[in-house]
């Protein structure tokens, strides 16, 4: 439709100046052809010049009439006088009788020239019967009829190859005008969504592309989502480089990377920091594509960028809490972790001696329960920045909770002496620091530090080694009337033998199977039981028990953790098919270590125990650490969706106290979030575990999982939790854990 629109107007501009030209130049031939006619009293031609004449002026004049009608009034006229000059002049005036076709092609169309051209054609045929037309053919005999047919048959040949040339010829223009015009409506839909795209989109020519060095571009165009983020008008950007928001804090690196890709003509991806034309700084996420022209020349690049302050500001958010302290800023245990890690393995080649610090305040707690919470609080930041203002950049202070820090000096010196002197004397500067009133609240404060001390590396320590070294040494000068510092000896290996004793022990329990599971509820907020978790217990031949805080993290220590993980599988199983033939059916959750869990038959395992005792896959929750799922993250996620396809469901437990990204919770198979308890002990009295369990919920919601809050044991804690829609409730308050007959009893009596 928009083709035919454009080539009747089209042939409404021809035939508007057509008009113009034929007025203007019969005017002037018209004249003086009626001028010479008269002298010769050739009134007939007078006539029909003033006729013609006069009829195309009134066609001009009438431009509100209908087009079709205007053209066939001057085809009309074109006939008329063909006719009349072939009368008067003779055959010399065919010409004027090709007009008629020829114009019916340009400005009708197809029919309508054909019909005049067969029109025109009898005309001539005709009128070469008539006496006074004296037509003459060389050669042939003195035949009227066939002098007039030689010459119609001529004239028609010539007539129609220029009749059909234009005809055609408007034709393919006709298809050719459609063609370009649903390319140009495509190509408008085009610009206007490229325009209106919420990425910014650059496009730019190659001006100089040399193998050598980066080609260099030019800005020739940019969308309104670029003027908006960027703050340029598009005028002010045009034959800029593509880079040329990169500022001082850009990373040189990344830069580097791009220009290599574009030197090589390769698409590249990167994350750039841009400045706008305000000099603020976003970040963005930048992909940058080649195009080439079809002789494989390049041409120009298209760069799209998407701005992620919003996701930069997660990142950091998330990094901040997986491996910094929220309180004091400092770098948390897992971080201290990780350097430890990198120092001992760097040892080897550095050939130093560094030393680990354990700080603990005295009587810190006295503190915080007379003052509360928010002066002790203060208390540990304002340590927090004593230590810090102490340390060189190489060494690390963290805090590893509570009132506990931590201090890691690198590379002391190359000998055990001189080493162990340096860090007493860092060690008694710290004392000192600590000893130093602490002013809160216009209060002073006075507390003092017991800092344990230990050398490394040390022949086949890891890092968790050297810091119950440290731990020991801290206890050590702990004993000895706090406010000291001691260094780890070897006499302190008692303490370690102990635990070793307690190794075998466990071993041995584990063997005869003296641990057990006990059961602790979970319930709505109507109270209804909506699951259950199986928690370890290890009870004495006295009738005491020893915790799990203790056992469990020498099973860790000891690999001992894989073997009581798989044993603690089989019983949830067992467990979850005795509640379902007593019509209890409960799911089911057990704590799954990370060890057991990266066990390469781990999956075999689960389904042997589901087969083994008939247990639907669906009554069981694994429950997870964070701190799983980072490490060797593409084998976890991969067994994590082989047990998924199972039905097994997925808890994260103590969830907020490790890494807790974003990227993970929306990668990985989960079914729900377990809030650490200590972060509802505090609920909803302290504002800021407050607020991170409103936030734990809040993006649980979003992302759909389900959140069950550990260690509830007040009314007022459950209130807050179901007021802001906690799905599970578990703690104290419900139900102590429990053997599993009277757990299934406890049931009984809650129908």
Same mark, same amino acid.
């Given at each position: 439709m928009a083709a035919s629109n454009d080539l009747a107007h089209w042939r409404g501009q021809i035939f508007t100046r057509l008009l113009q030209a034929v007025l203007l130049l019969g005017v002037a031939t018209a004249i003086p052809s009626a001028l010479l006619a008269a002298r010769e009293a050739i009134w007939?031609?007078?006539? *029909?010049? *003033?006729? #013609?004449?006069?009829?195309?002026?009134?066609?001009?004049?009438?431009?509100?009439?209908?087009?079709?009608?205007?053209?066939?009034?001057? *085809?009309?006229?074109?006939y008329l006088v063909g006719v009349g000059l072939l009368l008067k002049i003779g055959p010399v005036s065919q010409i004027y009788m090709m007009l008629m076709p020829v114009l019916a092609a340009?400005? *009708?169309?197809?029919?309508?020239?054909?019909?005049?051209?067969?029109?025109?054609?009898l005309t001539i045929f005709f009128l070469g019967l008539h006496p006074d037309v004296a037509l003459h053919v060389q050669g042939v005999p003195d035949s009227p009829v066939l002098r007039a047919l030689i010459v119609a048959l001529n004239f028609l040949f010539i007539a129609a190859v220029l009749t059909l040339s234009c005809a055609f010829l408007l034709r393919y223009l006709e298809r050719s005008s459609q063609a370009l015009s649903q390319l140009n409506a495509d190509l408008r839909l085009t610009a206007t969504a490229l325009a209106r795209l919420n990425d910014m989109v650059m496009i730019a020519e190659v001006a100089d592309a040399t193998a050598e060095a980066t080609p260099a571009t030019r800005i020739i165009f940019v969308n309104d989502a670029f003027e908006r983020s960027s703050g340029y008008a598009r005028a002010e950007v045009m034959g800029r480089s593509l880079l040329f928001q990169q500022g001082p804090a850009t990373d040189a690196g990344e830069l580097a990377r791009v220009a290599a890709a574009m030197s090589r003509a390769q698409p590249a991806r990167a994350e750039l920091l841009n400045?706008? +034309?305000?000099?603020?700084?976003?970040?963005?996420?930048?992909?940058?594509?080649?195009?080439?022209?079809?002789?494989? +020349?390049?041409?120009?690049?298209?760069?799209? %960028?998407? %701005?992620?302050?919003e996701r930069k500001k997660s990142e950091a958010d998330i990094h901040r809490l997986a491996f910094y302290d929220v309180l004091t800023g400092l770098p948390n245990r897992r971080l201290l972790m990780d350097r430890i890690g990198h120092l001992l393995?760097?040892?080897?080649?550095?050939?130093?001696?560094?030393?680990?610090?354990?700080?603990?305040l005295d009587h810190f707690k006295h503190i915080n329960d007379a003052r509360g919470h928010a002066t002790g609080d203060a208390l540990l930041r304002l340590a927090g920045e004593r230590l810090a203002q102490l340390m060189r950049k190489a060494d690390t202070v963290a805090r590893i909770g509570g009132d506990e820090f931590v201090v890691l000096l690198a590379h002391l010196a190359n000998d055990l002496d001189s080493a162990a002197r340096a860090a007493a004397q860092v060690a008694e500067k710290i004392r000192a620091a600590i000893a130093r009133d602490f002013e809160i609240g216009a209060q002073s404060y006075h507390c003092s530090a017991s800092i344990g001390v230990t050398l490394l590396p040390k022949m086949e320590q890891q890092a968790h080694d050297l810091l119950r070294e440290a731990d020991i040494a801290m206890y050590r000068a702990k004993a000895e009337g706090r406010n000291g510092i001691a260094f780890f000896e070897a006499a302190m290996q008692a303490g370690v033998e102990r635990r070793l004793t307690l190794e075998r022990a466990l071993a041995r329990a584990l063997d005869n199977r003296e641990l057990c599971l006990h059961v602790q509820p979970q319930v709505d907020r109507h109270g209804r039981v909506t699951g259950a978790e199986l928690l370890m217990r290890w009870p004495?031949?006295?009738?005491?028990?020893? #915790?799990?805080?203790?056992?469990?993290?020498?099973? %860790? %220590?000891?690999?001992?953790?894989?073997?009581?993980?798989h044993w603690a599988l089989r019983e949830a199983c067992r467990a979850a098919t005795v509640l379902a033939q007593a019509g209890s059916p409960v799911p089911l959750s057990v704590n799954v270590s990370p060890a057991q869990f990266r066990q390469p038959d781990f999956a075999s395992r689960v389904q042997a125990a589901l087969a083994e005792h008939g247990t639907p896959a669906g009554t069981l929750i694994l429950e997870l650490t964070e701190g799983l799922l980072i490490d060797q993250r593409d084998a976890s996620l991969a067994r994590m969706r082989e047990l998924a396809e199972l039905g097994i469901r997925f808890s994260i437990d103590d969830f907020g106290t490790g890494y807790s990204s974003l990227a993970y919770l929306t990668s990985m198979p989960l079914y729900e979030l377990k809030i650490d308890k200590r972060f509802i002990d505090d609920t909803p009295h302290d504002a800021r575990d407050t607020a991170i369990v409103q936030a734990i919920l809040a993006m649980a919601r979003h992302l759909g999982l389900r959140v069950v809050a550990e260690g509830v044991e007040t009314q007022e804690q459950a209130d807050f939790l179901i007021a802001h829609d906690c799905d599970g409730l578990q703690g104290f308050l419900y139900a102590r854990p429990m053997p599993l007959p009277d757990f299934m009893t406890w049931l009984a009596e809650r129908r």
């Open positions: 007939s031609i007078v006539a *029909l010049d *003033l006729l #013609a004449i006069g009829w195309i002026g009134a066609i001009w004049h009438w431009r509100a009439m209908p087009y079709r009608w205007r053209v066939w009034q001057f *085809l009309i006229v074109a340009l400005l *009708l169309g197809m029919r309508p020239a054909l019909s005049t051209l067969a029109l025109t054609s400045y706008n +034309k305000g000099g603020k700084a976003y970040w963005v996420e930048a992909e940058l594509v080649p195009f080439t022209d079809t002789d494989g +020349k390049q041409t120009h690049w298209v760069a799209v %960028e998407r %701005e992620i302050d393995a760097a040892a080897p080649r550095d050939q130093s001696i560094s030393a680990l610090m354990f700080i603990d004495q031949a006295d009738g005491s028990h020893i #915790a799990p805080g203790i056992f469990i993290p020498i099973a %860790e %220590e000891s690999g001992l953790i894989v073997k009581l993980g």
